[in-house]
């Protein structure tokens, strides 16, 4: 219970400091002050202020997939994330700004092909060498997009932005999203 409360106060707090400075800007001792944990605590369950800002994004992810499990749910998934990112803009702009290793873009690449590999896991059709490498085009180019969304201030709309993403789903793969 005290490890879930001290990650729920570290996210907190990021949450908090990234409405006012950039991810690149925010110091691992600002944000472990701000939570009032130990820096072994912090470091027990990070590993960098990276890891809590992409976090917070999986979080709120893994809430939307546990009540629609479907990969074919995938924009209903982009509507309602879209409103948590928009909920939080300073926040996702302050991460999304970041172009480094750990970068929010990175993560969001690596994360989108994730999902489809575990939500196909216990599906009967193996994905080919192919699809697989597809995923993972299409995981680049959502997580591109996503970030240049957020950068160009939440423009296009919603259903532009979906649309748009739509077109790009290879043919290969495109059953799994439909």
Known sequence: MQRENAKERIEQACLE???TMSLESLRTQELIERA??????FYRLYQDKYEVANG???????????????????KEW?????????????????????????SFGEFLCQYFTSNVFRLRANKEEELTEDQRYAV?????IGAQSTVDWILNDFKPD?????????ACIPECIRHLYE
């Open 36 to 41: 009032g944990v130990s820096r072994s605590t």
């Open 56 to 74: 917070i994004y999986k979080k709120q992810t893994e809430k939307i997939i546990q009540d629609m499990p479907s990969l074919k749910d995938w």
């Open 78 to 102: 982009s509507y309602t994330l879209h409103s948590y990112m928009r909920e939080h803009r300073q926040f996702f702009r302050n991460i999304a700004s970041y172009r480094g290793q750990n």
């Open 158 to 166: 919603d259903e532009t932005l979906i649309r748009r993403n739509e």
């Open 17 to 19: 400091l990234l409405k």
């Open 136 to 140: 993972r085009a299409f995981s680049l």
